[in-house]
């Protein structure tokens, strides 16, 4: 296995800084190293509770701090969330995503959460939420529950992070994927391009997530997708081969990691989505709407994938690490076999 790379701010702005097409060339080198270039992990995000958030994330229509005309909604029922689900996997999506728009979940909401997860495993989809800040208990519960994904994502660098949101620190979503990694609950965790950032920022962004004790498993890269009513309403917009960059500089300093395109893909020209996969991104969101912003409809995905020799990929659910423990544990307290004599089940 080759050595991990601890970046710094100098190595990572080095990146940024290469010729456009020198760093193409060694993204899609890298990501070929460890992903097969034509498959493509699809997933589906719902939002299993909408709008009246108290957190001010200045990019996001589901504040209370903002009037964007997003009518807030109480959290789904189980059986909505289950027929979703049902819809998405026929659809084609492996992994299930559901998203609350909390600053962190109540004790009362635990069991119903619980019950998402265990019902969407059942229908042999990954699963994954984003409910907010999450305590040791609530991860353990998820965990236990089957959960396999936490996304939580880290938005920004830490000098431009208070520029966008003041209601919950930093170190809070640091915290937060601690207590979801310490559960066993694999990490979904990125960022967001277009809040007004600098190059140097976003650099800042993918230092974070590369030099955590354990990369996360999933790094979504959004574009900011401006909505009206939020104070990013009228920000510049993005140029594309900016976000293209990031999205090189993610697969080459988190080779293992699925790198997502996810919200603002509505946006993007095919030509756009083709250079990102070119890239090194590998998954997408699939589906008519990303929480509450437009996403492209099932079919252009899929006339896209045509046109690009891409698979959706078919991936079996992949338990998380204390699940891997507690059945590698079970395999061990077996009965002999040819291939293995049990000294512990004597």
């Known amino acids: 296995m080759a050595q991990r790379i601890h970046w710094t701010p100098e190595t990572t702005q080095a990146l940024f800084e290469k010729p456009f097409l020198e760093l193409m060339f060694e993204a899609q080198h890298v990501h070929r190293q460890h992903f097969d270039p034509r498959q493509v992990q699809v997933s589906t995000l719902l939002s299993i509770k909408t709008g009246a958030c108290p957190e001010d994330c200045k990019y996001c229509p589901q504040s209370s701090r903002y009037k964007t005309g997003l009518e807030a909604e109480r959290l789904m029922q189980v ?16 992994r299930f995503c559901m998203g609350a728009a909390w600053k962190n979940p109540h004790d009362r909401d635990m069991p119903y959460l619980e019950q998402m997860v265990q019902g969407v495993k059942a229908m042999g989809m ?39 949101i003041t209601t919950r620190s ?18 979904c965790s990125g960022g967001i391009v277009g809040l007004g950032e600098t190059v140097r920022d976003r650099a800042g962004l993918l230092m974070q997530l590369a030099n955590l004790p354990t990369p996360p498993e999933s790094v979504p890269i959004n574009m900011l997708v401006k909505v009206k009513g939020t104070p990013l309403a009228d920000n510049e917009d993005v140029d594309p081969f900016d976000f293209i960059r990031t999205i090189a500089v993610a697969r080459i300093m988190m080779p293992t ?13 095919e030509q756009t989505q083709a250079m990102c996969f070119m ?10 709407k990303l929480l509450t912003t437009p996403n492209p409809a099932e079919d252009k995905d899929l006339i896209l994938f045509r046109k690009l020799g891409l698979n959706p990929q078919a991936t079996g659910v992949e338990h998380g690490d204390n699940q891997q423990q507690q059945a590698l544990a079970a395999q061990l307290l077996n009965a002999d076999n040819d291939q293995f004599y049990n000294a512990a089940a004597r």
Do not use: W
């Open 126 to 164: 990954e699963t994954c939420m984003t409910l907010g800040t999450l305590n040791s208990e609530q991860a353990q519960r998820l965990a236990h529950a089957g959960l396999d994904f936490y996304n939580h994502n880290l938005d920004t660098s830490p000098e431009f992070y208070g520029s966008i």
């Open 79 to 94: 059986d909505q969330v289950l027929e979703s689900a049902r819809q998405a996997k026929a659809a084609g999506s492996t």
């Open 257 to 269: 990691s699925y790198v997502r395109l996810s919200a603002g893909r509505e946006q993007m020209s």
């Open 170 to 187: 930093y170190q809070e979503r640091l915290d937060t994927l601690d207590e979801v990694r310490g559960a066993g609950i694999k990490v």
């Open 279 to 288: 890239a090194g991104a590998n998954s997408i969101f699939y589906g008519c």
